[in-house]
């Protein structure tokens, strides 16, 4: 049985105060008085409820050592979308002004769902392939991935119910449906592992002590705050890659080496942090970096 604002508050002498009275005899304001209650009410709720699931997905994080997981971000996304409906259907069942609303809504589901399947067909097709992303896990949050299809690149910063969103080295987003990420060939760069890594080659001229250059160049790595070593070694300790003599050029002997960081790591920053110190440190020791250059011999023709 529904108790109406107009039995809760009375006064002691049995008497109700004027704004019952007002209630009373407007019960149409009551009811909407009502229902502006019961919705500030559910509100409040589905806020704590949205909080302590936030809570719970950050301890999630915590375990899983910071990495956020296409499984947690979908199951959140479904989530947030089922406790909105029900307290929206919740709202609508508990006043009269709106229950009727509300039945036929409710009753309506599935004929909703049919038109709105026919309607919404490539939506309903980013949504299953967004579950089928989030289960064959072709990528996670965190990891740089391109599409070799048309060559967009960048690291995976979202799963929503419809899109994944890609953030570019130079910052910028990119929103792509979750059907056509299904559809598309993808190379991870960060597959299966918690390191990244970028090739460098480096040019130094023919005069230069080859293995002098080795190993200035691996110490320039190593002395980066931003480069982890890239395997363990038999003693446990990590190792850095070692520098090798590539190839003869036609001014220039080339050397190179693979670098890793980890993937918190702007892949732009690493680049620069690791070329900045190898050119000064080629420099320091007095090894000369080769570039072409063309020399112009001005000759003035002879009077008379």
Excluded at 2 to 10: F, G, K, M, Y
Excluded at 229 to 244: I, L
Aim: charged residues 20%; glycine residues 6%.
């Amino acid at each position: 049985m529904e108790i109406s604002a107009t039995e809760i508050c009375r006064e002691e002498n049995g008497e109700m105060d004027p704004f019952n009275k007002f209630l009373q005899d407007n019960p149409e304001v009551d009811k909407v008085l009502r229902l502006l209650f019961t919705i500030i009410v559910v509100s409040i709720i589905v806020f704590i409820i949205f909080r302590v699931h936030r809570r719970l997905i950050n301890k999630v994080h915590k375990l899983r050592k910071g990495k956020e997981n296409l499984n947690t971000r979908m199951i959140e996304n479904i989530f947030r979308f089922i406790v909105i409906f029900v307290a929206v259907q919740f709202v609508m069942m508990s006043s009269d002004l709106t229950r009727n609303f509300g039945q036929t809504l409710f009753q309506g589901t599935a004929v909703l769902a049919a038109i709105a399947g026919f309607a919404a067909q490539n939506t309903l097709s980013d949504i299953l392939c967004g579950f089928m992303i989030s289960t064959t896990k072709p990528f996670e949050i965190g990891d740089r991935i391109e599409l070799v299809d048309n060559g967009v690149s960048g690291i995976v910063k979202d799963l929503t119910l419809r899109h994944v969103v890609l953030q570019s080295i130079d910052t910028q987003m990119y929103v792509i449906p979750n059907s056509k990420m299904n559809s598309q060939q993808i190379k991870n760069l960060s597959w299966h592992t918690d390191k990244r890594s970028v090739d460098f080659k480096f040019q130094v001229s023919y005069d230069a002590d080859t293995d002098q250059a080795r190993a200035v160049i691996r110490q320039a790595v190593m002395d980066s705050p931003i480069s982890v070593p890239g395997k363990t070694g038999q003693d446990g300790n990590g190792e850095y890659a070692d520098v090798y003599f590539l190839s003869f050029e036609e001014y220039s002997l080339v050397m190179g080496t693979t670098a890793y960081y980890l993937p918190g790591t702007p892949t732009e920053v690493f680049k620069t942090d690791i070329n900045t110190r190898v050119k000064k440190a080629l420099e320091a020791n007095g090894i000369e970096i080769p570039y072409k250059y063309i020399n112009v011999q001005m000759k003035t023709a002879a009077k008379g």
